[in-house]
């Protein structure tokens, strides 16, 4: 238990002392105060109800882009295509979602706005699953290949009419697909955008974990992910499992949509939600698969984000990125660091009176 | 004009070959990380941060020179995080390039904005200035950024096929273990090779700033990400990495010409290149032998 606790914190803890140095360097350098400007982060962000909220709004999205890239992780696959994903699922919501009938109640708008979106993502993600797959294509440059692709994509039918003319938004998703704002329950958010999509990323992010842990597909896919050729050789179907972890990943992308298209703008345009998909990879490389951890890293991503339109006025928000970076680096730093000590730690005795027995 | 005699004429010619340069050096700096066994998609942001150094350096001095020196200064230096953070830090390749891609995004626009108060580009600079009344063959065959590129080509060539540090390089990248058992600092040969790698793409990157006179937030538009396909495309080996990143930025070239020229929505001729790149995967990816496959000992450490 000890163990665990010191190998779940040592990273973050990394983590936090890394962006913090760095963001101290960068504000520095600019010419601004340290101190004001983190002053001014935390005003901005969890200092205010309607900060906390905006906080929230910019978690949901990379809650999902987060789970789903901790998905495709589990098997060993790296999906950087979660930014496209997103983005051809978000077309697809605004599409499907004001092309229903006006009048359509929730039960039916709504889950048919977000199916059609988690398709349109699952079936952007199944080019590189089956390139890899099929090809072992490895799905680091087919994903960013796809998206690429995706803007393309999404360009093209925003120009060919998808979307209002003259301009590159589609028309408005029927009230019925909307998601109920938080601020309609809880008055404290008032003027925030967050919605409850943050209470289904949640909900997402622990059936994916549970998943994980509990069914045999998700058993295999982790599986796969340590070892796969002796999954190979307990006759798991290893290529489908990883199409399969691929596209599923590339459908809880497509749900980031929830947060964007459906909670906050109520219609889809041009570039909404981009960048999510690079964060949700920063998410899962920081989250490591437990349901806790995502939830807090898309928190402190949130956090960064508007954090960084806190500061504007004073320090680009550009900063953010960088800090995203350095947190990133000093996480994986620390933890290839505990997981080496870890190794050490276990074979030493093993090794140790081996040494000299021979060929081993 | 027609289309077909725009493509077929010597400027569109000429507009090929300077688009493949900041390909070719990428992938250049990609065949060597690579077969040194350093999975590198740090290419992209590596060219992004030259490409700022060589103009910030240049706009400060004055001087060409001194900004080439920045570009692939810096694109070395770039190179060498990543080398520190994969060969010593022992932390995944990819994870460390996509930090670094995300640093070098948002770091330059950073620095954008700190240097000229301007988030979208730079001053213009001078660039390189030669040869004003050659001719365009002349002008193009003796391009400065276009002969080093060969030359260092060539030299990558000849020094992996032929010379003892090139035997080693490969080795590393075959098999660390290996290289490692019969005396071979694997770890100091993999951090030389990315550095030589961040240094060569680094020329990419100042030779894509010097053509357009400035630096452009995100001027890379997916380059080096093209650039890595390019590696992939060509088995590893440095003169077909060339020859495939020629075929991209034909492709690049022709996009431009024929978004000009024909009524057909640009966004289909814009995504040319990168589909492109994932029939070229689809095929190559297939191939496991021969000597145009993947270094066995890729992203992997010795034990």
Redesign the interface.
Known sequence: MKHLVRVLQMPALAGLAAGWLAFCV?VW??GASPSAMATLLVQGTWGTSYGAGQVLFKATPLLFTGVAVDLALRAGL?N?GAEGQLAVASLAAGVVGSRLPHGTPAVLALPATVAAAMAAGAAWAA?PAL?KG?????E???T???N??A???V??AI??GLALTGTVRTADVVPGARMPRLEAVFPAFRGSAASFAIVLAVVATALVTMAHRRTRLGREIGLIGLNARAMEAEKVPVKRRLEQALIASGAIAGAASLGTVLGYKGYFEEGLGAGAG?GG??VA?LGRGHLGGLVLAALLFGTLQQGGLALNAHV?K?????L???V??AV??A???LR?AAVDAVTRPIAKPARGAGAA | MSAFEVIVSGTMLAQTVRMTIPYACASLGGVVSERSGVVN?ALEGILLSSALAAVAVQGATGSASAGVLAGVGSGALVGLVHAA?VVR????A???G??????A???T??AL??LYGS?SNSPSVRGVRYGDDWGLVLRTLLDPFLLLTLAAAGLLAWSLARTRFGLRLRACGEDPSAAQAVGVDVALTRTLAVTIGGAICGLGGTALAFELHQFQAGMTG?RG?IA??AV?VAGWRPWPALGACLAFATLDALQIVLQNQTRV?S??F??LP??A??VA???V??R?TGNARAPEGLGKHPV
Do not use: K, W
């Open positions: 960068l350098a600019y790296f950087i080019v390139l099929r090809f072992g294509a490895h680091v440059i087919s960013i290949m796809m690429r692709v803007d393309g994509v360009g093209l120009a060919s690079f990879v920063a490389l680009p550009e900063l953010m990125d960088v995203q970076g350095v990133i680096c994986a730093l933890d290839a660091r080496a | 998609i953070l830090g022992r932390i995944d990819i994870v460390s996509l930090a670094i891609n995300l640093v995004a948002g770091g626009r950073f904005r700190a988030s997916g990400f890595l396909a992939i929505p966004q289909i814009a995504v990168f589909v790149t994932l995967l689809a095929v990816s297939r496991t």
